[in-house]
């Protein structure tokens, strides 16, 4: 059975850290684009950060650039390296993955993604 799970989330005063993980089940994750996205209630999923299959080339919104990093860890993990969060960060936040042979990952559209896991909490406030 192809699973997602994301764990790390918590909640962090502004400038805190965070660590997400995206962990697969019932796939190689080395022949997937894997995403994150974040969402808040009454807004769309909106794409954070991806990484492509094994190529590995990463994309970043705008909006985390120079504070997020996105890596694959062993061949069923990504990560996603919160820092120098704000409380605009806040929301849940999900990995998807589509199967691709492509160098590219897509940011812009969450309909691209095929699995996603049950999403992780994150909340940033002082």
């Known amino acids: 059975q192809v699973q997602l799970v994301e764990s790390g989330g918590g909640s962090v005063e502004p400038g805190g850290s965070l660590r997400l993980s995206c962990t697969a089940s019932?796939?190689?994750?080395?022949?997937?684009?894997i995403g994150w996205f974040r969402q808040v209630p009454g807004k769309d999923r909106e794409g954070v950060s991806c990484?492509?299959?094994?190529?590995?080339?990463r994309y970043y919104a705008d909006f985390v650039k120079g504070r997020f990093t996105i890596s694959r860890g062993n061949a069923q993990t990504v990560y996603l390296q919160m820092n120098n969060l704000q409380p605009e960060d806040t929301g849940v936040y999900y990995c998807?993955?589509?199967?691709?042979?492509?160098?590219?990952?897509?940011?812009?559209?969450?309909?691209?993604?095929?699995?996603w896991g049950q999403g992780t909490q994150v909340t940033v406030s002082s």
């Open positions: 998807g993955a589509v199967q691709d042979i492509t160098r590219i990952c897509i940011l812009s559209d969450s309909k691209e993604y095929s699995t």
């Open positions: 990484i492509s299959n094994s190529y590995g080339t």
């Open positions: 019932g796939f190689n994750m080395g022949y997937y684009d």
